[in-house]
Every structure is written in C-alpha cells, then in structure tokens.
C-alpha cells in the first residue's frame, strides 16, 4: 500500500509541477508534528518500520489514586457498622465521617463513568458540562450533609428512625 501510494504522488509530481513544489519543500520543512499536510496527503517521517515513540511508563501513575478509591471502599463497611452499633449523639464526628465518605465515593464513581462515556476529548462541550456539574452537585451535596447533620438529627439517625418505622 505504501509503495502504491509512494508511486502515485510521484505520477501526481511528474503532471503538476505546483504539486512537486509543494512535495519537495514539504519533506525538507521542520515541524514538530509527525505528518505534514501536502495536498496529495500527510507525508509522515520516519519508515512503517519506525517504532512509536512511548511515554516512559510509571508504576506509579493512575496508583495512588486506585489505592485511594479502593481503601475509603473498604473502609465504608466497618464505618457503616459503627455509625449504626453507636449512638450517633454521642458521637457526631463518626456520623460526619460517614456522610462525607459516602459522598466522596459517590462522586468517584461518578466521575470514573463520566471519563469513561463523557470525556471531554470525544464530547468537548458536554464533557465538561457534565464535569463541572457533578462537582457542583458534590459540593452542594456535602453542603446541606453538614447542615443536617449539625442542625437536625443526622444522617444515622434519620436511617435509624426510617428503618423502625
């Protein structure tokens, strides 16, 4: 294929001298771009047999962050139990906790299907729409948790009573 397309832009060349013109400074000019735009097509640097150049990769990259989703995972079962073996006026802060991890996990996961379905690359105005309001709803959200939590009965109290009723 290559060797056709290779053959064609020399015949191209050969009938329109504005072509070969455009080919010749075009393989001789410097950019930072891998292919350069000719009206025949991209001329691209380097051989099909070139290897692609690769970010150098990190063990690190992407791994704080899953360690952090899986341990606040982790960590909301033995929190659940707590918030609900105590009383949660005796211990407010436990209450809090659990509603700020509940929240926190909550916009993870939300989040992780927006770059997943909406990621502003594919969607650019949609994408971040939809990010911008996800955090917007967080942040409303761990808003009025504190507020019903330091001004009203709280968040294992109010589950407590709904589920005695």
């Known amino acids: 294929m290559a060797s056709l397309l290779a053959t064609s ?6 009938r329109s001298p ?7 400074s075009a393989r ?8 350069l735009y000719v009206p025949g097509g991209p001329i691209y640097k380097g051989t099909v047999n070139d290897p692609t150049d690769f970010p150098t990769p990190s063990r690190m990259h992407g791994s704080h962050h899953w360690s952090f989703e899986r341990l606040l995972s982790a960590s909301l079962i033995p ?4 918030a609900f073996a105590t009383s949660p006026s005796v211990h407010p802060v436990l209450d809090g906790l659990l ?4 929240i926190v996990h ?11 379905y909406l990621h502003p690359r594919k969607f650019p105005v949609l994408g971040h729409v ?8 967080t942040v409303g959200v761990l808003v009025g948790v504190y507020q019903f939590n330091t001004n009203d009965i709280g968040l294992t109290e109010l589950i407590t009573k ?3 009723a």
């Open 9 to 14: 832009r020399h015949a191209l060349a050969r």
């Open 18 to 24: 504005i072509f070969a013109k455009s080919l010749v």
């Open 99 to 102: 509603g700020v991890s509940l």
């Open 130 to 137: 939809a990010t911008w309001t996800l955090r917007s709803a």
């Open 162 to 164: 709904v589920w005695s």
């Open 106 to 116: 909550s916009h993870m996961g939300f989040d992780a299907m927006l770059v997943d």
């Open 28 to 35: 001789f000019a410097t950019t930072q771009s891998d292919a």
């Open 79 to 82: 929190l659940t139990g707590a």
